[in-house]
């Protein structure tokens, strides 16, 4: 059964930094592309990051390039998100999900229950 | 990365159809056939109910189906049960400078 587990979620003050982690489990991680989606409170889902499985290519929406940053370590299957310069504006629910990337044709299969981020003074 | 367009809510009767339209440019959902669509029940994590159009992943229902034409990708429902009532988005490659969009979300409601 694959599972996705996010952590790393919290508040945190305009300008501060978060890393969220994603664990996976129940199936091959080095061979899928993973995604971070974000939900805002007015419900939108933005695409933020993705990487392939093999961390040679990564994507960024033009809302967070130069501040997040997206990496994998294999071999604890977990996925990452290096949040830096957080606005008010990045406030949201952020999944994991499974997926992303050419090799899945862009879709997610799977997806975390989500972790909170909340940018606020 | 703008995103996709799609009407805020939709409705039908239980057994009815109803369809979904998702608008998109050449650039996105016109230029490529990586148009998939998400089920969304509040509080849960989202599921993949179509990929590459018209794809359905394995263990979703035949109810289900997708199709495009030019620039909007359309998801039907069929049957419409009450379990189906949810938030739906669809979502599309958009390029390499783009990456990929989602759409605002439709959220449908069995009557």
Redesign the interface.
């Given at each position: 059964e694959v599972q996705l587990l996010e952590s790393g979620g919290g508040l945190v003050q305009p300008g501060g930094s978060l890393r969220l982690s994603c664990a996976a489990s129940g199936f091959t991680f080095t061979t899928y592309g993973m995604t971070w989606?974000r939900q805002f409170p007015g419900?939108?889902?933005?695409?933020v990051s993705?990487m392939t499985g093999n961390a040679a290519s990564t994507?960024?929406?033009?809302?967070v390039k130069g501040r997040f940053t997206i990496s994998r370590d294999n071999s604890k299957n977990t996925l990452y998100l290096q949040m830096n310069s957080l606005r008010a504006a990045d406030t949201a629910v952020y999944?994991c999900?499974k997926g992303?990337g050419f090799s899945s044709?862009?879709?997610?299969?799977?997806?975390?229950?989500?972790t909170l981020v909340t940018v606020s003074s | 990365?703008s995103?996709l367009t799609q009407p805020p809510s939709a409705s039908g009767s239980p057994g009815q159809s109803v369809t979904i339209s998702c608008t998109g440019t050449s650039s996105d959902v016109g230029g490529?056939n990586?148009v998939?669509w998400?089920q969304h029940h509040p509080g849960?994590?989202?599921?993949?109910m179509i990929?590459?159009v018209s794809k359905r992943?394995s263990g979703v229902p035949d109810r289900f189906s997708g199709s495009k034409s030019g620039n909007t990708a359309s998801l039907t429902v069929s049957g419409l049960q009450a379990d189906d009532e949810a938030?739906y988005?669809c979502?599309?490659?958009a390029g390499s400078n783009n990456?990929?969009?989602?759409g605002?979300?439709t959220k449908l409601t069995v009557l």
């Open positions: 989606v419900k939108g889902l933005e695409w993705a994507w960024y929406a033009d809302s999944y999900a992303g044709s862009w879709a997610l299969d799977y997806w975390g229950q989500g | 990365q995103a490529f990586y998939s998400y849960k994590a989202p599921k993949l990929y590459e992943p938030d988005y979502s599309s490659y990456f990929a969009v989602f605002g979300g």
